[in-house]
């Protein structure tokens, strides 16, 4: 499993690569205390995000692969202590990819997203 993007991700903001392959990877997110959104432990939605861009970024697996729009589906509530685990399948080959993301918590879909990614020439910060 060699990881060719996004090197420098926190993650435990942003999940647990657990596995990469071509076009498809799972990630682990173990929701923290400092991801509450309120004091009942609501997990804030942009951490999930957070996690299932980087799924589909995994699956993409290219050193300039950037996300183009993504649009996404809170299914169910996530609250601290969870664990859900993202899996992203998706195109391969091209430069525009589409990447379909679904996490789930003990097997239920809390969340779904499509991504779309390109993967441009060289980095989008090299002028």
Not at 19 to 24: A, D, W
Not at 42 to 55: P, Q
Not at 58 to 73: D, I, M, Q, R
């Amino acid at each position: 499993m060699e990881i060719k993007t996004h090197q420098k991700i926190d993650r435990e903001i942003s999940g647990e690569p657990v596995e990469v392959k071509e076009g498809y990877a799972r990630v682990v997110l173990k929701t923290k205390p400092f991801m509450a959104a309120d004091e009942k432990g609501l997990v804030h939605g942009g951490f999930l995000f957070s996690a299932a861009d980087y799924a589909a970024m995994l699956s993409v697996n290219h050193p300039n692969v950037v996300l183009g729009f993504a649009e996404v589906s809170f299914l169910k509530p996530v609250k601290v202590g969870d664990t859900v685990e993202f899996v992203a399948e998706g195109e391969t080959g091209n430069k525009k990819r589409v990447v379909d993301v679904v996490g789930y918590r003990d097997g239920e879909e809390v969340f779904k997203g499509r991504f779309t990614c390109f993967v441009p020439s060289k980095h989008v910060l090299d002028r």
